[in-house]
């Protein structure tokens, strides 16, 4: 089972920037299809983004599609999620998962296997 680890977290003002990082400690990490999903307080955990590691396949929520985009750094075995344009609304903690997939990118978190410590992200307004 792959460990994940984020960071990257932060309070930042609506309109600014953020990026989050997902390191994976694997030595298969091209199995893997690594996503984003955040909580906010209240809510159920949300799918946000996700791309597999092998190719170019990408998911994104409608909510953050435009604004948010997922790649990775295969060198450091990491999976980033760069957040431009930030809205109050994207106030929550994000969690990084991992998943073996063979078609397609689910978006129900029940569907994923780890997951990170989760870090938060807070936007005021």
């Known amino acids: 089972q792959v460990q994940l680890v984020e960071s990257g977290g932060g309070l930042v003002q609506a309109g600014d920037s953020l990026r989050l990082s997902c390191t994976a400690s694997?030595?298969?990490?091209?199995?893997?299809?690594i996503g984003w999903f955040r909580q906010a307080p209240g809510k159920e955990r949300e799918f946000v983004a996700a791309?597999?590691?092998?190719?170019?396949?990408?998911g994104y929520a409608d909510s953050v599609k435009g604004r948010f985009t997922i790649s990775r750094d295969n060198a450091k075995n990491t999976v980033l999620l760069q957040m431009s344009n930030l809205e109050a609304e994207d106030t929550a903690v994000y969690y990084c998962a991992a998943g073996v997939f063979a078609n397609g990118i689910p978006y129900d978190a029940r569907q994923w296997f780890s997951w990170g410590q989760g870090t938060q992200v807070t936007v005021s307004s």
């Open positions: 694997t030595r298969t990490f091209w199995q893997y299809t």
């Open positions: 791309r597999k590691w092998s190719g170019d396949s990408t």
